[in-house]
Nanobody, 118 residues
Framework: QVQLVESGGGLVQAGGSLRLSCAAS????????MGWFRQAPEKEREFVAR????????SYADSVKGRFTISRDNAKNTVYLQMNSLKPEDTAVYYC???????????WGQGTQVTVSS
């Protein structure tokens, strides 16, 4: 059974930074890709970033490219999202998800709220 628990969200002023963490249980973590998604009020959930099992080949949504960095520590079963130069439009609930080789996501965390004030 895989469980994902996000942390690190909060309230920050525009231009500030936050680092989100996602702790995973289960032995599958280190062999599968991980992703971050977000959902703003009254909007659909959208892709933010993805990283493969080894920590390589990160990919990002255009809206966060150059500002966000995804990384992982397989020894700690944790994936991170470093968010810099935050904007009010980054306000959302952020979710981490366990990926698969085929590209889909099988397990999701409960989410952590990020609020960026102008």
């Amino acid at each position: 059974q895989v469980q994902l628990v996000e942390s690190g969200g909060g309230l920050v002023q525009a231009g500030g930074s936050l680092r989100l963490s996602c702790a995973a249980s289960g032995r599958m973590f280190s062999s599968l890709p991980m992703g971050w998604f977000r959902q703003a009020p009254e909007k659909e959930r959208e892709f933010v970033a993805r990283i493969d099992w080894s920590g390589g080949r990160p990919s990002y949504a255009d809206s966060v490219k150059g500002r966000f960095t995804i990384s992982r520590d397989n020894a700690k079963n944790t994936v991170y999202l470093q968010m810099n130069s935050l904007k009010p439009e980054d306000t959302a609930v952020y979710y981490c998800a366990l990926g698969s080789a085929g590209g889909s996501y099988s397990h999701w965390g409960q989410g952590t709220q990020v609020t960026v004030s102008s």
